[in-house]
């Protein structure tokens, strides 16, 4: 029996409801039987970066996130634009896997949920700081798929069948790039 691929799915929002935490949920529930999706959801437990805390003993928060990192075979990230570029929160975890060696060399992608002619500057962040952390990014896993809210069940879950087939198409895409276990 194969073992499944691990994806990590990691949110730049910190609202429970956002398109980002909608476009994770909807990933997660059409993941395919091969493919198992983990849903980090440290993002507010993290400290601010600093680089003198950047030792080990690291943070438990920090440890944790770069645990789950490292026994994840692809990343997932979608995250909202805030004033031109990355929230804040989001960045500070990025920053902590900077130190790390744990993403270096692993396949990542984002889906951006925002509407069309939005979130490029996240994205624009998105891909420089991954380049520092030496992760791989799969441009053609990298995709936008805006957030209808009118296409939302009540599960939080999307229902069009586009977006939820672009987001198979991303699973797949990641796993296929992720190597050999």
Same mark, same amino acid.
């Given at each position: 029996?194969?073992?499944?691929?691990?994806?990590?799915? $990691?949110?730049?929002? @910190?609202?429970?409801?956002?398109?980002?935490?909608?476009? $994770?949920?909807? +990933?997660? !529930?059409?993941?395919?039987?091969?493919?198992?999706?983990?849903?980090? *959801?440290?993002?507010? +437990?993290?400290?601010?970066?600093?680089?003198?805390?950047?030792?080990?003993?690291?943070?438990?928060?920090?440890?944790? @996130?770069?645990?789950?990192?490292?026994?994840?075979?692809?990343?997932?990230?979608?995250?909202?634009?805030?004033?031109?570029?990355?929230?804040?929160?989001?960045?500070?975890?990025?920053?902590?896997? &900077?130190?790390?060696?744990?993403?270096?060399?692993?396949? !990542? +992608?984002?889906?951006?949920?925002?509407?069309?002619?939005?979130?490029?500057?996240?994205?624009?962040? $998105?891909?420089?700081?991954?380049?520092?952390?030496? !992760?791989?990014?799969?441009?053609?896993?990298?995709?936008?798929?805006? &957030?209808?809210?009118?296409?939302?069940?009540?599960?939080? &879950?999307?229902?069009?069948?586009? !977006?939820?087939?672009?987001?198979?198409?991303? $699973? *797949?895409?990641?796993?296929?790039?992720?190597?050999?276990?």
């Amino acid at each position: 029996m194969t073992t499944p691929r691990v994806i990590l799915l $990691l949110s730049g929002s @910190l609202r429970a409801d956002s398109s980002n935490e909608t476009v $994770l949920r909807t +990933a997660q !529930a059409i993941a395919p039987p091969q493919l198992r999706t983990v849903r980090y *959801d440290g993002l507010a +437990a993290l400290p601010h970066f600093n680089p003198d805390d950047d030792t080990d003993p690291l943070p438990p928060s920090v440890a944790g @996130l770069r645990a789950a990192i490292g026994e994840a075979d692809a990343v997932l990230i979608c995250t909202p634009e805030y004033a031109g570029t990355l929230p804040g929160s989001f960045k500070n975890l990025l920053d902590w896997t &900077v130190g790390g060696t744990e993403i270096c060399d692993k396949p !990542a +992608a984002w889906v951006n949920a925002a509407a069309p002619g939005r979130g490029q500057g996240a994205v624009d962040t $998105l891909r420089t700081v991954l380049g520092y952390t030496g !992760a791989e990014v799969v441009e053609a896993a990298c995709v936008r798929v805006p &957030v209808d809210r009118r296409t939302v069940g009540e599960d939080g &879950v999307i229902t069009d069948p586009g !977006a939820r087939e672009q987001l198979r198409d991303v $699973l *797949d895409r990641l796993a296929e790039s992720a190597p050999p276990r």
